[in-house]
């Protein structure tokens, strides 16, 4: 560490390097401003970095609520001190996932903004063991970090439980990294199959006769599931395990009378389950297996007067052992800013009996 003198009245500024990261220079000239220069050893990692038209280091002064200006591979940032630090691990953790190859999106800066403040603020103690935010990790996209501490705590639930409920509104990731876990246990050999399914319920529309073979028929309500298949594992590889058996995708009817051993097992929209088909399914458990259940009590699509059976498996088995829940927020939405936007205000206009069970 070296320290270069000033005169005058200018604040003192200190330099240093740290093993691994980028040189940071700091300097205040007051208790709570602070003035933070972070320098890069790469330029060409520095500009992925900071995004199309600098719209990464824009997003992180938006929502820290600092001044930041980039400079070849130099930012500097100013504001609170303890949002500049702030600041900074989120840079060096982007920074670090990019030197492994890895793409940052607008949606990975949220996600970063918010593990920063979990290794700078919430329990520095117990958590001190802790690199970040849990990730899942599969051959075709890699590393998959959680974007907050909703997903955190989800993708700590599926590693740790054997049955783990999700609920929340739309856009949270439930379906998506259930989805990723799944494919990643299956190819690690922790289970030999995949076996995903959902209730075959029109979303408030009658479609009438759907031409073709039972794949056919039930392809157009399985078709979320494909597209996250599809994110995570090459497409050659899903094709030949949906033709060997070791990915099945079915609706949820499909279900009764098996014995799922050495699976794991992905009910999606569980909100459009009745309670007689909840109970089927949580019963077909088999040895070795993993089961997810996911869904929106929010959005069901079953006729009027019909209960919903995920929130009843919810209340009656949440608080057994090996047994997950996790609540996702309208907070907690990944998927647009304006879906977050959108939800919030659907939430707010609902009637508070409505959102009891929330």
């Given amino acids: 560490m070296r320290s270069s003198d000033k ?20 300097a205040a000239d007051a208790p709570d401003i602070a003035e933070i220069t972070l320098a890069f050893d790469d330029n060409r990692f ?45 840079l060096e953790n982007l920074y670090a996932r990019v030197k492994l190859g890895q793409s940052i999106s607008l949606g990975d800066v949220d996600g970063a903004v918010q593990e920063g403040a979990l290794q700078g603020n919430l329990f520095p103690k117990e958590e001190a063991v802790r690199t970040g935010f849990e990730q899942v990790t599969t051959r075709k996209r890699g590393a998959v970090r959680a974007r907050n501490a909703a997903q955190d705590l989800y993708l700590r639930a599926l590693k740790r439980n054997e049955l783990v409920f999700a609920e929340g509104p739309a856009g949270t990731g439930k379906t998506w ?41 039930v392809d157009p309500y399985l078709r979320p599931i494909y597209d996250a298949l599809y994110d995570f594992m090459d497409g050659r590889m899903v094709e030949r395990g949906l ?15 098996r014995t799922l051993t050495s699976a794991c097992v992905l009910l999606d929209e569980a909100q459009n ?18 089961m997810i259940i996911t869904g929106d009590p929010t959005q069901t699509d079953l006729p009027p007067g019909q ?12 608080e057994l052992e090996g047994i997950g829940h996790v609540r996702f927020r309208d907070v907690d939405v990944v998927r647009h800013d304006l879906v977050r936007r ?17």
Avoid: W
Wanted: hydrophobic fraction near 40%; charge should be positive; proline fraction near 4%.
């Fill in 46 to 90: 520095a500009s992925l970095l900071l995004g199309h038209y600098d719209q990464n280091l824009a997003r992180i002064e938006r929502r820290l609520g600092i001044a930041a200006n980039a400079n070849g591979n130099h930012i500097t940032l100013k504001g609170p001190a303890e949002a500049c630090d702030h600041a900074r691990r989120v």
């Fill in 243 to 257: 033709q060997t058996g070791m990915i099945e995708v079915a609706p949820l009817a499909f279900m009764r009378g």
């Fill in 273 to 290: 389950a009745t309670s007689m088909q909840m109970k089927m399914f949580l019963t077909r458990l088999g040895e070795g297996s993993r």
């Fill in 342 to 358: 959108i939800v919030t205000a659907y939430e707010s206009a609902a009637p508070a009996g409505d959102r009891t069970h929330r």
């Fill in 7 to 26: 005169t005058g009245s200018a604040p003192r500024t200190q330099e240093f390097r740290a093993s691994a990261q980028p040189v940071v220079a700091v």
């Fill in 307 to 318: 209960k919903s059976g995920l929130s009843e498996a919810i209340g009656l088995l949440s």
């Fill in 177 to 217: 990294l259930a989805v990723g876990h799944a494919v990643s246990l299956l190819e690690q050999g922790a289970v030999e199959r995949l076996i995903l399914s959902r209730p075959a319920v029109e979303a408030g529309e009658r479609l009438g006769f759907l031409p073709g073979d039972m794949r056919d028929k």
